[in-house]
């Protein structure tokens, strides 16, 4: 090679692998993130030439989706945007004719099944890829039996020692020499890669790169996760001893050289020629995409034209004397339960903040358990706990226990023989939880108790972080904390006329047997209960000498009548509740604040009954039951507990009496916020390089989980088994870690319930000011002029749009002119 090395190239196909978090922290991420600097359209060609995963739906969809969403309105600005001169009979009979048959590039290991009757044995592909997943949920689960885990090589030398003990293999694949090519296998991944370059007859640097990428396509789930792992050594500045991606593509690339060595001419011969036919594959991939993007784009302006104008008509409400004021995490689901509170009382006020508020913390749970409350972008600087009185160490020990028994379950063993040996011991559970079902908290969150919390410094982590735990931790002082509640309460736009109550509502998901219950709580907060993060804010607000220095330091002075109190929003259930509050808290209440108490509860009651009625007119069996959503978080057996954050498109930077009179039916992320408040953006710059990118994380997540469900979705619900303790989960009994959103995520039975829209982004803010956040942050404009998301500048006080692109800015209403006139 040239340029790179072979060994080299692989690093750079690795370091496109997007990271995928344990479904404790289980977070939304775009998969494509790590390739965001090319443009999306771009990414689509690619990955669909090389890997057949794909960034459009098929063209039954659109078809499905004509006259229903897409109207020929936007047909014909979607066409008129890509160029064709088309009219819509054409562009219909285009998909109906559509051909998608081609696949994905074969890997040495698939074409070794070419030409062959395999009746009793696996094909390679199938038995490479069990046998490796097999392998790498041992070495996350049980790191401690390998030795060497200080070589640069350790994951393939653990993989190299295995396998080649592995006597099971020749027998499922049919070939006796499988053992004596594993014997001479180098046990440096360096010589391996020069052994590669040396009998792989691939000579062009695209070709290699194809072929690098599909054969680690085979175990991306797996990938994903050591890409996170990656991720959170770099995060945290720690020393990186072995990277563990790298060497997991050595391993797979190991298996292709066993299988090149093993195969015969014709196998050979159909490889190469796969590989030098790029040029044509690609050609055949833009003209089939060519079609397919307009009708994705028609797609997405059919709901880009009703937010648009709904943006326009929308008359900004004014605002007296705020009663109540109730700060919200921007979660789509949010928004429902912020207008049933609304309309409450026109006194109420809402605010939307992403969930973690501010707050760069991690929970210590006990001296074994930490859990990061705060987005994955993110270190936490802070950590956060609270003395165990009696009490709590209880029902700790209850949880664990609890805990213990349900990962025992889990477990291959546990699945048959702990039922054989228990199953009448726990025979009254089992009744129990089906004729009396309860919501299950998280882990953690039960233990949770109304005392003060305590707040240190994490500083730099050690790389022993149980030596780091027990290393005598700095409190935080008054300024830093104060430093904290400033930056909260200018991030909420919340620093001026104040009310006597001001809710901090952090948000959970209350659910039973399902291991995704992270990807239902609030993903600000690393897939956990926004309750920690609530609390914690609240104590600051409420500390006497944190207002004082508010007030002397930076400027924000919150009346000594005004309290704040922590809430929770059970977004399953859609119950808004106060949470109790220590007795120091209890005590700052004069007597006016608990007169308030009764008409809060009745506020807050009214509201989640509305929101509940809303809630159950989305779920696709429409149950009228007034506890039909509590019966279905509780239920060990529902699939679709809730619908989580499906049919999310957009995201709204502005104050809330613009938005206050909108219905945007829990499809957007609202964030507050004051241009007037942010001369030099300052907060705008924090909004569109972390809640934005969140938010982008979320829709991509489960965009990617429609357009490409085996590659970045985890298939069906009812076949998942938990893997090493959590990290994952396998489809069935095998195969390679599925990752991304169940199919009962984003399907309802019968149809589709999930839109695959790229995000809209909403700013009212001058254009000047957004222009600087672009000009000024690589990601953000990555994102903007790479079409990975649409970025609109609104002026709610005239409903004017604009949106930008690569060529700069232009009137929406100006874009949704046409001079087509397609015939239907």
């Known amino acids: 090679m040239s340029q790179l090395t072979l060994q080299e190239l692989g690093q750079q196909v690795c370091k496109r692998v997007a990271p995928v978090w344990p479904l404790p922290r289980s977070i939304a991420v775009n998969p494509w993130w790590q390739h965001r600097e090319a443009s999306i359209r771009e990414v689509a060609e690619y990955e669909q030439t090389h890997k057949n995963v794909r960034l459009l739906m098929p063209a039954s969809y659109y078809q499905q989706r004509w006259l229903r969403e897409i109207q020929p309105e936007h047909l014909a600005q979607a066409a008129q945007e890509h160029g064709l001169q088309q009219s819509a009979q054409q562009l219909l009979q285009a998909l109906q004719t559509m051909d998608s048959s081609a696949g994905a590039l074969p890997s040495i290991a698939e074409v070794m099944n070419s030409g062959q009757e395999r009746t009793r044995t696996l094909p390679w592909r199938t038995e490479i890829v069990h046998q490796l997943s097999q392998f790498c949920a041992l070495w996350v689960n049980y790191p401690e039996q390998f030795n060497g885990a200080d070589s640069a090589d350790a994951l393939y030398l653990a993989w190299l020692d295995i396998v080649r003990h592995d006597r099971g293999i020749e027998l499922l694949v049919g070939e006796r020499r499988v053992e004596e090519e594993l014997a001479t296998l180098p046990r440096s991944s360096a010589e391996l890669w020069q052994l590669i370059a040396e009998e792989i007859p691939l000579s062009m640097p695209e070709q290699l790169d194809a072929w690098l990428q599909v054969a680690l396509h085979d175990i991306y789930g797996w990938a994903s996760v050591f890409a996170q792992r990656r991720w959170a050594r770099e995060l945290e500045n720690s020393e990186n001893v072995y990277d563990e991606l790298d060497q997991l593509l050595a391993i797979r690339v190991a298996w292709e050289l066993v299988c090149w060595r093993l195969s015969n001419a014709t196998q050979r011969e159909r490889f190469v020629d796969a590989y ?132 025992s379950l889990e477990s291959p063993a546990g699945a048959y023989g702990w039922v054989e040996m228990s199953g009448l011991a726990k025979i009254w559970k089992l009744l129990e939880r089906s004729l009396w079902p309860k919501p299950q908290a998280r882990i953690g969150s039960e233990v949770i108790r109304p005392r003060e919390w305590q707040i240190t410094k994490r500083g730099q982590p050690s790389l022993c972080e149980r ?272 990752i991304g959103l169940a199919r009962q995520s984003l399907h309802d039975g019968k149809d589709w319930y999930h839109q695959p829209l790229r995000l809209t982004v909403v700013i009212a803010a001058s254009i000047s000011a957004i222009d600087k956040v672009i000009a000024e942050q690589k990601v953000v404009r990555e994102l903007v002029e790479n079409e990975w998301l649409y970025l609109w500048q609104w002026e709610p006080t005239t409903g004017d749009l604009q949106q930008r692109n690569a060529a700069g800015w232009q009137a929406i209403s100006k874009l949704q002119e046409t001079q087509h006139d397609l015939a239907i």
């Open 276 to 407: 030098q036919s790029l040029a044509e594959r690609r050609a055949q991939t833009v003209h089939e995409q060519e079609v397919l993007w307009v009708w994705q784009r028609a797609l997405e302006l059919s709901y880009q034209t009703s937010l648009a104008q709904q943006l326009g008509q929308l008359q900004p409400v004014t605002s007296g004397a705020p009663q109540l004021q109730a700060v919200f995490c921007i979660d789509v689901r949010s928004e429902p339960m912020r207008r049933a509170l609304e309309a409450q009382d026109k006194g109420i006020q809402t605010f939307g903040f992403a969930g973690f508020f501010g707050l760069p913390v991690d929970y210590q749970v006990s001296e074994s358990l930490v859990k990061p409350q705060l987005p994955g972008l993110l270190a936490p600087q802070f950590r956060v706990t609270q003395k165990q009185d009696a009490a709590a160490q209880a029902q700790r020990t209850h949880s664990w226990r609890a805990a213990s028994w349900h990962r």
């Open 467 to 738: 030596a780091a735990a027990r290393a005598a931790a700095e409190p935080a002082s008054d300024a830093e904390l104060a430093g904290l509640a400033a930056n909260a309460l200018r991030g909420m736009g919340l620093t001026e006329n104040f009310a006597r109550q001001v809710l901090i509502v952090g948000h959970s998901a209350c659910v039973a047997n399902n291991p995704h219950a992270a990807s239902l709580d609030c993903g600000a907060c690393g897939g956990q209960s926004g309750e920690v993060n609530a609390r914690v804010l609240v104590q600051l607000f409420n500390r006497a000498e944190v207002r004082r220095i508010l007030a002397a330091e930076h400027g924000i002075t919150i009346p000594q009548s005004t309290l704040f109190l922590p809430a929770l929003h059970d977004t399953t259930q859609q119950v808004l509740r106060v949470l109790s509050t220590d007795s120091e808290t209890k005590n700052s209440a004069d007597s006016a604040h608990k007169g308030d108490t009764q008409q809060l509860e009745k506020w807050l009651e009214k509201a989640s009954t509305s929101a509940q009625k809303e809630q159950r007119g989305r779920l696709a069996d429409k149950p009228r039951a007034a506890k039909a959503l509590q019966q279905r978080a509780a239920n060990w057996a529902e699939l679709r507990p809730e619908w989580g954050l499906a049919r999310n498109a957009a995201i709204i930077f502005a104050p809330r009496e613009a938005t206050a009179k909108g219905h945007f039916d829990a499809r957007a992320f609202l964030h507050t916020y004051y241009a007037e408040r942010d001369p030099e953006q300052a907060v705008l710059t924090q909004l569109m390089t972390a809640p934005m990118v969140v938010a982008h994380w979320i829709n991509m997540q489960y965009y990617g989980s429609m357009t490409a469900p085996q590659t970045f979705g985890s298939g069906n619900k009812m076949l998942h088994n938990v893997v090493a303790d959590g990290v994952g989960v396998f489809e069935g009994n095998g195969g390679d870690l599925r």
